[in-house]
């Protein structure tokens, strides 16, 4: 590899004409990602706040892609995928604490500087991070109201609702396995939250 006038030359068999096939920022469409965050106001940091929270959602569209892969791979006895897929969510989850340290470098006193224009939008209205509680068990049907004005998200969260958690297919599995799950609790209305059922603890 030469290097001339301090500028290295390419690697010998890069591809550098990519009008006939797909490129990188094609594949992950970055035209579309990069061109994502709309600020309201004029603050430097909202832009921050934004990519925060947006790369927060793509995260969370991970996790709950991922759940829903380990609940099918318990429904197929297939443990080993499952245990990988439940491994990989405790990483993403790991990754998702460890990045709120970059939104932690806005004070709250700037923070207030902008908070006023985003009026009553709040993480609480975020339908992937209630998705995730009800695929793992905490479930909560009056969140429901909360997405009137959107009624894709609210018709997810609606399927979300009614299916089997990981824990019911990880419980069924074990019933499967010969193991003594009451049948009242493979038979439970699934739309509702998990509570303790001191009958498994044996």
Known sequence: MSIENGVRALEEGIKTDFSRSTDYAGYLDLDTLLSAQHPISDHHDETLFIIQHQTSELWLKLVLHELSGVRENLDADDVSRARK????????????????????????????????????????????????EFILGNKNAALLAVFESRPEAKAMLAETLRAPTVYDAFLRYLARRGHPVPQQILDRDVSRAWVEAPELVA
Do not use: C, M
């Open 85 to 132: 897929g439940l491994s990989r969510v405790k990483h993403i989850f790991h990754t998702l604490t460890d990045q709120w340290s970059v939104l932690a470098t806005l004070t709250p006193s700037e923070y207030a500087e902008f908070r006023g224009v985003l009026g009553n939008s709040s993480g609480f209205q975020s339908y992937q991070y209630r998705a995730v």
